[in-house]
Structure formats: C-alpha cells, structure tokens
C-alpha cells in the first residue's frame, strides 16, 4: 500500500474517470452511505446511494464536450480512518470547481463522506 497521497491521488484518479466515462453507478459506489453534500444554504443528506447515482445521471449535460480533468489536490488533515482533501477540478484550460471531501474507509478503500463546494480561488 501507497501513502496516504498516492491513495488519494489515486480514489481521485478513478472519480475522474467515472466522471469522464459518465459512469453515475461508479460514481454512486464511491460515496458513503450515509453521506452528506453541503452546498451555500442547501445541505444534502444521502441516505440510499440511488440518491447519487440518480444525480449524476441528471448532470450530464454540465460536462458536454468535456474529454479531459486535470486536478490539484492538497491534504488537508488526516485521522483514523479518514482524511480531508482540497480539491480543485479544471477543464478547458482553467480551473472550475473547488470541493472540501471528506474521505472515510470503506469496505474496498476510501469513500466520499462529505463534499463541501468551497470558493474557487
């Protein structure tokens, strides 16, 4: 097994290609249920992973004609069985979304616990 970064690196390496591949059921399968996203006033609590899966299959066309993801990841703390990443998503040349996860063992390796939108820089 890698370090902590190179796991991280890797769970995010995968999310991106689930993304790219339009792969909602992969997706889905890489968050925890119980989960929780929190969006400026709008918390989501994610109880059933339908749940996820249901919204990306919904936001598809949020990524039309988008081939490639590039990512900027910082740790930013670590604890038993879990660990807190910034993350910067960028395509087209610049960067796009930031999100805070909360990444937690699960039963075949780190899950989403909790994503938080943050400010782009």
Known sequence: MGTIQETVDAFFDGYAKAL??????????????PSLIIFPGRSIPVSEARQTEEFFASAWDQYEG???LGKQLVIMGEAPGSVWVDLTWSYGGRSRERFCYQLVDGPAGYQIAVLTLMAAD
């Open 20 to 33: 790219l591949d339009r792969d909602a059921r992969a997706l889905a399968g890489m968050y925890a249920v």
């Open 66 to 68: 988008i081939r490639e």
